[in-house]
């Protein structure tokens, strides 16, 4: 699309902003203020109340608009597939979080029944989820080792292990509930900002690997401790390589066979994905196989393999949180609640855009927040989503969260009659499931070198947060890679690239002068781009810089006319500095008494105040040759323009350090212009009281070229003004 | 200053940034790699060598320069007026360490040797600071306790207490001398940049509280056992509420009238600071008075007063760190070795400025490393410097570090010789003169409601950072406020007000139009304004915002016309849709099957993508009216201009996410525009693969008035072309 070459010719006022404010009324805009805000806020109706009540429970809303023959089917169709998987899975998950495995079951049940009353996305299928059962596990495995006695605990008194297991992954699960409850009344769901795509990239990937070497264990049927804490994936390591030995033959081969043939169907699926109408059920086919198997071959005293082992049939008493547990694993159990809502939070938006609804994070969080206090009264950890079950729910056609009630229903089924049939199958087969379907988390790191030739910093946050999430573990990685994700922001404004820039020949634009040939820098004026905001860590960076563009150094200079100064007066005062008539110091007059060491120490401070030539009956040209044995920089400069126009704002150590320079220069003489600041910068420098005397606001003008023809047109005695004519080339 | 009104004119080529770089060729500047910065920072020749070695061994620059005649006197009488508040400070830092006093005449003296040849500051006065005192205090409490038992700590064994926390104060401050050198070394100065005016103010507020608590008890003369950790500020406080009727009277009283006297003596000093040739050392006055009185009138023996007690006549053997002091107190020397540089490098700082030399954190780092390293080795604790003794080493007419040599050997000279006469001085008017001193760092909080009218962000670091410091500790508070001054930088940027710009009628400017009555927005264009960098926090808010301000949705709108295509495909297959001669779709036909509920379930991604009028025998003019049932959503935008004036950098998320906006639009057949984009963003788009057949390079214009000149030429259909014309009023 080659532009068509037109003309562009203007002629207006030159305006600066002051001029422009006279001819151009700006309108009184009235904002509201934080009262009134807060006045909106609390101001209350019958169609607000409704609102707020069909916004709390949004399944009112769907439901009237529930299209029964339709969607019925897809979303029976739906359910029933994810509800396989999610028994599956509930099984595989309580085993990372180191529960006895029918407490999964209980996860893919009672958070759902909350949800699908308060929750706001369609699709996403609620129940547990790797990454947060194995941070649960942590807190588990700390408080309750498999090994050694358990944490000092009121309330683990005459309880059972595994007992006592259950109490604390139900008491965390029930402190993130109420964390989420609470971020989600105070309307804190705006947080998932802060977790881009690349940290939350990093992150999983690590969590990717924290969860591979924890299913080791089941796939070489060793017996590992859990650890906690930084390095413990290390220590887990090491404890599976000094075993390496005891590698049950059966529980390998078994893992190995399944993993190889999951991926390949799995493989093949993917591939065949527009021809098939739901997606092979492989997990659950393998896992039916192996059940029989390891019942009829009855694996587990043949060959030592682990099993699930009983399963509690049917459904326990509800059960009380632990305030000891809270006091211990609060501070886990916050990025437990963060990376809950932020995986449930992302994977529902994926699906509401997709199918063009809305979906609100502050419910969100109450719905979850919810779920997970619920559930944890019934004994089931912590809730979120899981992208592969989502996608089945999805895909196999569920239109609503009835697919997701159905699933549920389907846990419930197996809870209730069906748990003994899980009973033969062997761990093993359950860790080689969870490790095949890493594949997608762990293929992330292919992301790096992408990163890394289009955006530095952005790779440095994925890497960081990556090792930080697998050596510190999850919870203070994630905090790690949140930290290193904010200084980046902070990172790129910190050194930017500033430029002199300069008229190209011809027109109206300015450019970096070093970049094009056909520029035009008229002598003694300067143009310097601030390309980025200012704020307390560059405010030092742009001053050293503009020093550098400029040339000189505007303290020192001021300090040494004002030292030249009063050596001037003193000379007059003892009348030895002849005067020529019109009142100019005599140029080439030798002083005769060698004194230029004699610097007394007057209060040095008035050396940076500006020039005092009252009670001189001389004028001092400074450019001009001055008495010898009194010399002073010379300053060529006589105006300065800053382009402030990507200057998006400033803080307060920005604007007094700007206050410093700006003031350096004026009282040099130097005329200052700052173009194209932005409005609301304009305006937050007049409530910062940046304006005085010497800093008038009639230093703004509107564009770049405004301010050179004014500083030109303003200093005749300069190198002459830009010529501005049309190209010839047209 | 009026601006004289002058005239503005143009008349140039309208330029795309495609045109521009056709008529003026950019110079390939060759840019250093990675590659070249390292071999430059390797090459070595003699002269970089003797520069190198100039630049470590500052001494040996100012030694040269040396005026012995001019500045020997003042540096002597700078040397002895500092050294005798050294001395005072020593004593009393030294009790807030919960070291025995002598030790602080250590850190008056060693530190100093080291930083006489290796600091590039020539004023300010090497030794105690309180805020280190009492960080390094909170680890000698911790591991030696009052009352109980040591950490179990080997090096320990067949120590007094008082040598265990001598041996615990050495190695911290080892520990911390390590971190300087490494981060000097590694070049890390640039971190003080971290650490704003704003986060210092409310910091050292934060540690003045905790100096003032710290010696509640010794002006009370009660027996306080040290806390340490999160809110032992308020366990010391509460020990003390409880103990308040054990108060020493004697103590108290004397504290009361040091304070007073000592208070008053400074406010005139203050005031006639100007005529007194130098400032009366009052505290030293106060220190002998009450040293003669308790010594007369045995304050020890008679009232129970708690006095300095038994000094360490001279030296005492070089002492090696303790390994696992270093383990216990790794986290806390850390912020101990920042807050130590970062004083003492914003007090240099002042004074290089005021005088015009230049200072070298990096060396700063170097020398207080080594200094400290040094010092700890001879049993001295952490050394920065303290602005108030800073104050009278440079008003009392201190050039160099001669000054501070001097100061350290009158240290010495008390040390080696007169340490007992200061042996009755009640530690009570140590306590006072440590709170009379705080007046200046409390006063601080005074910049609270000055903050909060000016700059509310500012104000926030301000208050959590002073609170943060108050209730969890130095240490921990630095981490919150370096923390939350990240978090203000990024929410800065991340709810900017973006506005909907228009014309000024008669000039090339563009302007809010909600803020000006005489702007004109040609129909089918709008101009949106970025007013702020683009990252992972603010991408959606943009894309939020752009909707909200062209009226609709792109993506829903483009999901509707692919929706009515295929079912207008649908249509002419069944050959039930009359074609009129032209080719266009008979516009008032009426539809005869209902059919509309009828959504058929295809591959929903295929809706996103461009419409697709292949084999499709009509034009369909989606701004005309369309066939009876079925309806799409009319779009009168032609041209939307995005202004990235102020779009300083982009990261990965803003790439991707602007990348999908901008689709959606190019789509729907809106042309979009993007004008003055910064040179380095534009490169930076065109490596990470920004373009493609969709998004061209033609779309970037240098200005907002050539890209609406372009886009209103381009359409003819649309509402006329801007015409600016030279304003009448001229």
Redesign the interface.
């Known amino acids: 699309?080659?532009?068509?070459?037109?003309?562009?010719?203007?002629?207006?006022?030159?305006?600066?902003e002051?001029?422009?404010s006279q001819?151009?009324?700006?309108?009184d805009?009235r904002r509201k203020t934080p009262r009134d805000h807060v006045k909106d806020y609390l101001t209350c109706d019958s169609k607000r109340a409704q609102r707020a009540l069909l916004s709390l429970l949004p399944v009112v809303g769907w439901m009237r608009l529930y299209r029964l023959r339709e969607w019925l089917l897809g979303d029976v169709v739906s359910g029933v597939s994810t509800g396989l998987v999610a028994i599956m899975q509930g099984l595989a998950f309580s085993l990372m979080a180191s529960l006895p495995a029918s407490y999964g079951l209980y996860t893919a049940f009672f958070p759902m029944l909350i949800y699908f009353f308060l929750g706001t996305s369609r699709h996403i299928s609620v129940g547990s989820f790797p990454v947060l059962s194995l941070m649960v596990g942590d807190v588990v495995t700390r408080l309750v080792p498999l090994n050694g006695p358990p944490a000092n605990i009121t309330g683990f008194q005459g309880l059972s292990p595994d007992q006592q297991r259950v109490l604390v992954a139900s008491s965390v699960t029930f402190l993130m509930g109420l964390f989420q409850l609470a971020m989600g009344v105070l309307q804190m769901g705006f947080i998932v900002?802060?977790l881009?795509?690349?940290?939350v990239s990093g992150f999983t990937t690590a969590a990717a690997v924290h969860i591979l070497v924890s299913q080791l264990k089941f796939v070489l049927g060793l017996v590992v401790p859990g650890f906690s804490g930084p390095l413990s994936i290390i220590y887990t390591l090491e404890k599976i390589f000094v075993q390496i030995t005891d590698t049950n033959i059966c529980d390998l081969v078994t893992s190995i066979i399944i993993m190889v043939v999951v991926f390949i169907v799995k493989e093949i699926s993917d591939r065949y994905k527009?021809k098939l109408p739901v997606p092979i059920p492989i997990e659950v086919i393998v896992t039916v196989i192996a059940c029989g198997v390891s019942y009829g071959f009855n694996f587990q005293d043949t060959y030592g393999v682990d099993v699930v082992g009983e399963m509690v049939s049917g459904y326990e008493a509800p059960i009380a949180p632990n305030m000891d547990v809270f006091r211990e694993s609060a501070t886990e159990a916050f990025p437990i609640a963060i990376v809950g809502f932020a995986v449930a939070f992302s994977v529902a938006k994926v699906y509401s855009?997709?199918?063009?609804y809305a979906i609100d994070g502050n419910q969100e969080l109450i719905a979850f927040g919810v779920s997970n206090i619920f559930g944890a009264t019934f004994r089931s950890f912590a809730a979120s989503t899981a992208l592969s079950r989502t996608a089945i729910q999805e895909s196999s056609g569920g239109k609503t969260q009835v697919a997701g009630l159905i699933s549920a229903m389907m846990a419930m089924i197996v809870t209730v009659a069906l748990a003994f049939l899980l009973e033969p199958l062997p761990t093993s087969v359950l860790g080689a499931l969870v490790i095949v379907n890493l594949k997608g988390m762990l293929m992330q790191v292919g992301q790096v070198p992408f990163?890394w030739?289009?955006?530095r910093?952005?790779c440095v946050v994925w890497v960081v947060t990556c090792l930080a999430a697998i050596l510190l573990g999850l919870d203070l990685g994630l905090a790690v890679g949140l930290?290193i994700?904010?200084?980046?922001?902070?990172f790129?404004?910190?050194f930017?690239?500033c430029s002199v820039l300069a008229n190209?020949v011809?027109?109206?634009?300015y450019?970096?002068q070093?970049?094009?040939?056909?520029t035009h820098e008229p002598t003694g004026l300067k143009i310097f781009r601030i390309?980025?905001?200012i704020?307390?860590?560059?405010v030092?960076?742009f001053r050293e810089k503009l020093i550098e563009a400029v040339g000189f150094n505007p303290?020192?200079v001021l300090?040494k006319r004002n030292k030249a100064l009063r050596k001037i007066k003193k000379l007059l005062k003892r009348k030895e500095m002849p005067v020529t008539e019109n009142g100019d110091v005599h140029l080439f007059y030798q002083q005769p008494s060698k004194e230029s060491e004699d610097e007394t120490d007057v209060?040095?401070?008035d050396l940076d105040l500006p020039a005092d030539f009252q009670d001189l009956p001389v004028h001092i040209d400074w450019s001009a040759e001055l008495p010898a044995g009194i010399s002073v920089p010379r300053v060529e400069l006589h105006s300065l323009v800053l382009d402030f126009?990507?200057?998006?704002?400033l803080?307060?150590?920005a604007?007094?350090g700007l206050r410093t320079i700006l003031k350096e220069f004026v009282r040099l003489h130097v005329d200052v212009y700052i173009v194209?600041c932005?409005?609301?910068v304009l305006e937050?420098l007049r409530?910062?009281v940046f304006f005085d005397a010497e800093i008038?606001t009639?230093m703004f003008f509107?564009?770049l070229?405004?301010a050179v023809?004014?500083a030109l047109?303003h200093r005749e005695d300069a190198g002459g003004p830009i010529h501005?004519?049309?190209?010839t080339?047209?």
Not at 485 to 490: A, C, F, G, N, S
Not at 645 to 649: E, L
Request: glycine letters at 4%; charged letters at 25%; a neutral charge.
């Open positions: 699309m080659a532009t068509p070459r037109k003309q562009y010719a203007v002629s207006r006022p030159l305006y600066s002051d001029a422009f001819d151009h009324h700006k309108i805009r900002v802060y881009s795509d690349t940290l527009s855009i997709k199918h063009g990163l030739r289009r955006d910093p952005d930290g994700e904010l200084i980046t922001v902070v790129r404004t910190q930017p690239r190209i011809g027109t109206d634009l450019r970096d070093k970049d094009y040939a056909c390309p980025s905001p704020f307390f860590a560059n030092e960076f303290l020192r300090r209060e040095d401070l126009a990507a200057v998006s704002f803080d307060m150590s604007i007094v194209s932005d409005a609301y937050k409530g910062c008038p009639s509107p564009t070229h405004d023809l004014h047109g501005v004519v049309s190209n080339k047209l």
